[in-house]
């Protein structure tokens, strides 16, 4: 929809190339009324009758010659034309169109279009800005354009350093006027990327349906294919003199593209003959993986990126009460684990209760693109192909980490003792924490570790390197530097042994003792020496304590409230929040209690009981640092002032939690003092408002729960990544009785 207020983006769109791509975009222009008049060139004068019957274009002509002279500084050329015809377009608009007119195309090669304005111009002349819409159809001709083509679908822009930047900024903003998410990438990554992604499918499609047609049996072929085939196949209807004109335009990408896939292909085709089960399920569990992840790319949303594209608020009516029982997601340190262990095991390691989270995903497709043979994740359950500690293959790439600080510094220690290269990459957030802590140990154990500027992402490991046991004290207690060190003991001479300041979480340490692995631990000292080998286990994953922990405080603080959450992980290095509430007055009981996979596990039981204030104890704050957020809100609502001190962790974690939950509280009306190591809370009444998470999925969580208690409605805003490790939290938060609504902002 157009505002009376809004001016026309451009005052002519002249497109070159009257079929589904140029049509498209004409269309698009003429619903939306952001350019003044619509003009469309093609070659027959019947093509120019039809776009101005189907309402396409304005005006139509068979030469540019025609309208060249009406064009200035305003005006935008789209050339929509096959590959290989550009440079018969870019010599006529040499000859009859000014320099002011900003040009850009539709070609699925950039490499020959720019080949084409050298030939032509003698140069990139700056006027043109080469582009390539990633969107079209089987169907073709101006009869298949359609205004809506391009709506969430991306373009990319290829521009080069001659490129104006007021001809780029007005092709950008047409593209993103018809509804298309506009990106930028240079000339030769963009056909290796095109080669591969779209261009070599094409040419398999092709071949396929033209080897089947001359088969003897193909008129049988034909009529019983399934769905598969013709899902598959569509493709092969496109236009074929575009796409003889693109595979000889981008031949040297697509040879490339051609001979990688040849040489799979024939990797698969000995599987099949020897009967190789391992190397076929790798093959199609890679592949069901990556397409499974294409999917949600396309859906915009991550693997469940940061990898999240979308932003997403939340709405929370005040007051209400939560009851029943309910099982919150499996444990996300423990998940990650299961996936790194088992893959270094010998043998198939089964694992029930897998977190299906982005961060626990980010570190399952990491051992993937390692060579990894992973089924799953299906309702929680996953089958890890082990390769043994040495098995690991160098991924084709960096391995891509999401928002887990705990993969990639657990994986830092793992791969240090690698005979390969890697690189550790995260989102934006991750991006900016630290990791020398991590790094300077492991370079005391000889490995080869760099990070970037300031000690944060990337993570460079340079493999090849025979690590040396080493004894270690810990300037601060750090789960994750902890399971770090002695993950690069697996590889190194010796003993290694880790001392902590203060007790943190023993996931790995238990877990290497269920895979078989000796680990010795006495008191605040963990060693294990390095040769080992790793045995495949089963691995039953218990709910997370952390999650769990939004609903113990949830039903503390709402009166009425009567809550059992199932099968919680109560491992000792971790019930800080159990006792920190207890010591508040709040009413849990555990009830059930076992060991499962050397896990200790309990059903919770909390009834809401008015709460108090206190001193955190310094001896709880490492065995409750994640938890500490929602314990903010519990402390917003108990009676008295609740002081908590030793906490600096807080601030390096996916924001400033400290600062975060202050500012939140504060805008909630809760008198909050935040200090370097902690914070000031007094309890009182929780108003209503707008809280920024900054993106962090605990700060998210905190403040949904502080709704039960609130005034008024509380609104969220960046909640996107509440699904790195807590999916379907809205869901089972209303099944509680918490009223929560998401918005797609």
């Not at 396409?56 to 200035?72: F, K, M, P, Q």
């Amino acid at each position: 929809m157009r505002f009376p207020h809004e001016e026309n983006l451009i005052n002519k769109l002249v497109v070159i190339g009257l079929g589904l791509i140029g049509g498209s975009l004409a269309a698009g222009l003429k619903a939306n009324g952001r350019c003044g008049e619509v003009i469309g060139i093609a070659r027959r004068q019947d093509t120019c009758e039809q776009a101005k019957a189907l309402g396409i274009v304005d005006r139509a002509y068979t030469s540019l010659s025609e309208v060249a002279a009406e064009l200035g500084e305003r005006d935008l050329i789209f050339i929509a034309v096959p590959t290989l015809a550009v440079a018969r377009v870019f010599a006529e608009i040499k000859a009859v169109v000014s320099p002011q007119v900003t040009l850009t195309d539709g070609a699925s090669v950039k490499g020959s279009v720019l080949a084409a304005a050298v030939e032509v111009f003698g140069e990139v002349p700056a006027q043109l800005v080469p582009g390539h819409p990633i969107a079209g159809s089987e169907k073709s001709g101006v009869t298949a354009a359609r205004a809506e083509l391009y709506r969430d679908h991306r373009v990319i822009l290829t521009p080069t350093p001659e490129t104006g930047q007021a001809h780029r900024d007005k092709v950008r903003r047409v593209w993103q006027s018809v509804g298309a998410e506009v990106l930028e990438m240079p000339v030769a990554e963009h056909d290796e990327v095109l080669a591969a992604t779209s261009h070599l499918p094409h040419a398999i499609a092709y071949s396929l349906v033209d080897t089947l047609a001359n088969d003897a049996e193909n008129e049988n072929i034909f009529r019983y294919a399934a769905g598969g085939f013709r899902d598959f196949t569509r493709i092969a209807s496109s236009d074929p003199v575009m796409w003889h004109d693109i595979m000889r335009a981008n031949r040297d990408s697509v040879l490339k593209a051609l001979d990688l896939f040849s040489q799979n292909l024939a990797g698969l085709r000995q599987a099949i003959e020897t009967e190789d089960s391992e190397t076929l399920l790798g093959v199609f569990t890679r592949a069901k993986a990556a397409r499974d992840h294409f999917t949600k790319m396309l859906a915009k949303q991550a693997y469940s990126n940061s990898m999240q594209d979308r932003e997403l608020r939340f709405h929370l009516q005040p007051g209400g009460k939560v009851s029943g029982s309910i099982r919150v997601p499996g444990d996300k340190s423990v998940s990650h684990r299961a996936i790194m262990l088992g893959s270094l095991a010998e043998g198939v390691t089964e694992i029930e209760g897998f977190l299906e989270g982005e961060d626990a995903l980010a570190t399952l497709q990491a051992f993937r693109d390692m060579g990894v043979v992973i089924e799953g994740p299906s309702q929680g359950r996953v089958k890890v192909h082990g390769v043994g500690l040495h098995g690991l293959r160098p991924p084709p790439g960096p391995l891509y980490l999401g928002n887990s600080g705990t993969s990639m510094r657990l994986l830092a220690g793992l791969l240090a003792g690698q005979a390969f290269d890697v690189v550790l990459t995260g989102d934006e957030s991750l991006s900016q924490r630290p990791m020398n802590r991590v790094a300077k140990p492991l370079g005391l154990m000889n490995a080869a570790i760099e990070t970037g500027a300031g000690g944060v992402p990337p993570v460079k490991i340079t493999g090849g390197r025979q690590l040396q046991g080493i004894d270690y004290t810990m300037p601060m207690a750090s789960a994750q530097v902890k399971s770090s060190l002695l993950l690069a003991g697996l590889y190194a001479e010796g003993s290694t042994r880790v001392t902590e300041p203060a007790p943190t979480r023993d996931h790995t340490e238990r877990m290497l003792a269920g895979f078989g692995y000796p680990v010795e631990r006495r008191g605040a000292t963990a060693e294990l020496s390095g040769g080992g080998t790793l045995t495949a286990a089963a691995i039953d994953v218990p709910a997370d304590i952390s999650s769990a922990a939004f609903f113990m405080v949830a039903a503390s603080i709402a009166p009425g409230s009567d809550l059992t959450l199932l099968h919680v992980g109560v491992n000792p290095t971790r019930i800080g929040v159990i006792n920190i509430l207890r010591l508040m007055g709040a009413d849990l009981t555990l009830s059930n209690e076992r060991v499962v996979g050397g896990e200790p596990v309990a059903d919770i039981r909390v009834r809401y009981a008015p709460l108090q204030g206190i001193h955190v104890p310094p001896d709880q704050v490492p065995l409750a640092i994640d938890e500490f957020p929602v314990l903010f809100v519990a402390a917003a609502c108990a009676q008295g002032e609740t002081v908590l001190t030793g906490a600096q962790e807080l601030r390096v974690k996916e924001s400033d939690r400290i600062q975060a939950m202050a500012d939140g509280l504060q805008v909630l009306g809760v008198r909050a003092a935040p200090t370097p190591d902690g914070i000031v809370i007094r309890g009182g009444e929780i108003g209503s408002g707008r809280v920024d998470s900054l993106g962090d999925h605990r700060i998210a969580m905190a403040f949904s729960i502080a709704a039960l208690r609130a005034g008024g409605e509380i609104q969220i805003d960046n909640c996107a990544n509440v699904a790195t490790s807590f999916p379907g939290f809205a869901e089972i938060a209303r099944g509680a009785g918490i009223s929560l609504e998401v918005y797609d902002t």
